[in-house]
């Protein structure tokens, strides 16, 4: 969806306003609240520490992964959380709000997305491309027909 923002940039869009999360978490509020990012923090990515404020490169790779390996019929993501599994920042944007391709409530925001680099710099990426074409056949998304 050309609306919804990539994971780095929904990550950070949320913020707990408790200050200790196995309390929170222990709650009827935290437990309904299962959905939010920290209780994914804390609980689907087994973390029990505070969320970090960015998402890191594992752990954006690791929801993948969960994705990936998910019994659904499809796995689809946006290209700029496939690129942001490595550290070679010069395929993606540092700053993830620049990754938002559409933003209907801001007039001037509308379809300006760009990548960074060009495909031909990508195509160069042969680690980020094996590590993407092993996850997919992996998982037995991959399949000879």
């Known amino acids: 969806n050309h609306v ?8 950070q869009g949320f913020d707990s306003s408790k ?6 978490y222990s709650t009827n509020e935290g ?6 990012i920290d209780c994914f923090w804390w ?23 969960m994705h990936l390996y998910s019994p659904s019929i499809l796995a689809m993501f946006p290209y700029q959380d496939l690129v942001a599994i490595l550290p070679d920042k010069d395929v993606y944007h540092a700053n993830p709000w620049d990754e938002i391709i559409n933003d209907p ?5 509308y379809w300006r997305y760009r ?6 710099t990508l195509l160069t990426k ?3 491309i094996n590590r993407i074409h ?7 998304r991959l399949k000879n027909h």
Do not use: F
């Open 19 to 24: 200050t200790k999360a196995e309390e929170y």
């Open 115 to 120: 990548m960074p680099c060009t495909v031909e």
């Open 43 to 65: 609980n689907t990515l087994i973390n029990h520490s505070s969320r970090p404020y960015d998402l890191p490169n594992d752990q954006l790779e690791r929801i993948i992964d």
């Open 126 to 128: 042969a680690t980020l």
């Open 105 to 109: 409530s801001n007039r001037q925001h």
């Open 134 to 140: 092993g996850k997919i056949e992996d998982s037995g």
């Open 31 to 36: 437990k309904e609240n299962g959905g939010k």
């Open 4 to 11: 919804i923002p990539p994971l780095r940039a929904w990550w």
